[in-house]
C-alpha cells in the first residue's frame, strides 16, 4: 500500500510586469499558511519517504516553510516536470518512484487537482495550501492511476488557521 500526499504551493504574489509566473514568491499569507499547515503534520506526526516539488519558486518555499514547521529534515527533490504539468505528467513522476511508500508532491492546479479527482473520484478541491491524503492500493508506484485509491482526508489552510 502507497500513500501520496498532494500539497497545492501556497498563495503566491501576483506576476510582476515583465517577470515570470515561474519566479512569483510566496504573499506573507502563504507564507504563514505553509508554517501553519508544517504545526498541522507535526502534530499528526506525518512523516514523508520522498518529497516531489515542482522548481517553481512558490512550491519551493512552500515545501521549505512546511517542511521546516513539521520539523522535518528532507531533501527536497526538485523536478521541472511538475512545474505546470498535467495528471498524465504527475503520474509519469511518480511512476518513478522506487521503494518509498509515503510522497509528498508540492505542485500546480490544474494538475493537482485532476490528480487528485483521477486517483479518488472525489470533486475536492486543491485552493492553495490544500493539503490532501489518497491512500493507495497500489504495490508500485508504476501502478498509480490504474488502481483507484481513497481520499482519507484533505485539509485547507482557512481551517488550520482559524483555531
Known sequence: MKT????????????????????????????????????????????FDRVLCSNAVRARETAELVLAAADLWLEVDLDERIYE???????????????????LMVGHNPGMEELLRSLTHSVGSMATCAFAKIDLEADQWSEVG????????IVKPEKLNAG
Not at 88 to 102: P, T
Not at 146 to 153: E, H, Q, R, T
Open 4 to 47: 501520496l500526499f498532494l500539497l497545492r504551493h501556497a498563495k503566491a504574489e501576483n506576476a510582476a510586469p515583465g517577470s515570470s509566473d515561474f519566479d512569483r514568491a510566496l504573499q506573507d499569507r502563504g507564507r504563514r499558511d505553509a508554517r501553519a499547515l508544517g504545526v498541522f503534520i507535526k502534530e499528526l506526526a506525518l512523516k
Open 85 to 103: 504539468a498535467p495528471r498524465s505528467k504527475l503520474l509519469e513522476v511518480l511512476a518513478e518512484v522506487q521503494e518509498d511508500n509515503n510522497v
Open 146 to 153: 490504474d488502481i483507484p485509491g481513497s481520499l482519507d482526508w
